[in-house]
């Protein structure tokens, strides 16, 4: 299994330009989170969502959207980048499976830079 | 609503020194509690985990942590730091019910010295 795998691993954006922020898991897990990474700052949750078609915000969603069509693939967009949204982003799995106790399985991370 | 406390950001031990890292935690129900483990430019490996089974829970590459919950903490120990050691440590805690989130701590970078 290659686990939990993201695209691109780097990028540079200019103000107000779009992209979207890949990701995908191969576990068949159910949940699946983004989460962005500032010096400091630990990880805060932008969205996640707990199966195919159902999506929900987390801390920070400001600027951000997603979607779920399959259970693979979790894909993460911003509209109109902002410095602001300078960040390594992180995308996570998890199983519904109790005895996992909520483990959370993640991706190698996207580095973000908005110029 | 459930938080993580890690006090201070950054820890320096001497290779063959005991490590000691601190997690508080703040959770109104019995919590999953968890370690990660991030090395330079990669993402999140668990360490070990707390799902309230023994309180004295063992990891991955000598490390282990102990669930107090009159002191509401985990701290994780390792007997003896080596330099691999090196890396950013999260404690992250979760409530038990099924996707229940992880609420993640700001972090603590710890260095090892030769």
């Known amino acids: 299994n290659a686990g939990v795998t993201q695209t691109p691993k780097f990028r540079i954006l200019k103000i107000g330009q779009s992209m979207t922020l890949q990701c995908a898991q191969d576990?068949?897990?159910?949940?699946m989170y983004w989460y962005r990474q500032d010096p400091g700052m630990g990880l805060k949750l932008i969205y996640y969502?707990?199966?195919?078609?159902?999506?929900d915000k987390g801390e920070v969603p400001n600027g951000y959207n997603v979607s779920r069509s399959t259970t693979e693939d979790f894909p993460l967009r911003l509209e109109l980048a902002a410095p602001s949204q300078t960040s390594v982003y992180f995308c996570a799995s998890s199983s519904r499976d109790r005895s996992r106790g909520n483990e959370q399985f993640f991706g190698p991370g996207t580095r973000l830079t908005v110029l | 609503a459930q938080s993580v406390t890690q006090l201070g950001s950054h820890v320096s031990v001497s290779e063959g020194a005991l490590v000691l890292l601190r997690c508080n935690y703040s959770s109104s129900v019995p919590p999953y509690l968890f370690w990660y483990v991030q090395y330079p430019n990669q993402g999140l490996q668990l360490l070990l985990k707390?799902?309230?089974?023994?309180?004295l829970v063992k990891g991955i590459n000598g490390f282990e942590a102990e669930f107090k919950k009159s002191e509401t903490s985990f701290h994780l120990t390792k007997p003896s730091a080596h330099m691999s050691d090196a890396a950013e440590y999260f404690c992250?805690?979760?409530?038990?019910?099924?996707?229940?989130?992880?609420?993640f701590g700001k972090g603590i970078t710890l260095s090892v010295r030769p």
């Open positions: 707390y799902t309230s089974a023994a309180t």
């Open positions: 576990m068949n897990h159910n949940y």
């Open positions: 992250a805690v979760s409530l038990t019910g099924a996707n229940s989130k992880l609420t």
């Open positions: 969502s707990v199966g195919a078609g159902i999506t």
